[in-house]
């Protein structure tokens, strides 16, 4: 059985916004670094880094 993995964070390779996956909430949620989010350009069209190098299969 193939199992899949998705992807726990993801940044814009434009704007630099940095989102983690919460399994709570069951949503992507903005890192925050001190009192900072890393929130990028809102009206940004998110070109995230997930890539040829990243593979949601399971080894």
Not at 8 to 29: A, F, I, K, L, N
Not at 38 to 47: M, S, T, W
Request: glycine share 6%.
């Amino acid at each position: 059985m193939t199992k899949l993995v998705p992807p726990s964070e993801r940044t814009c390779e434009r704007c630099g916004r940095h989102d983690v996956w919460d399994d709570e909430t069951d949503s992507w949620q903005i890192v925050v670094d001190g009192e900072q989010k890393e929130a990028g350009n809102p009206f940004c069209l998110h070109e995230w880094d997930i890539n040829g190098n990243y593979s949601p299969l399971a080894e």
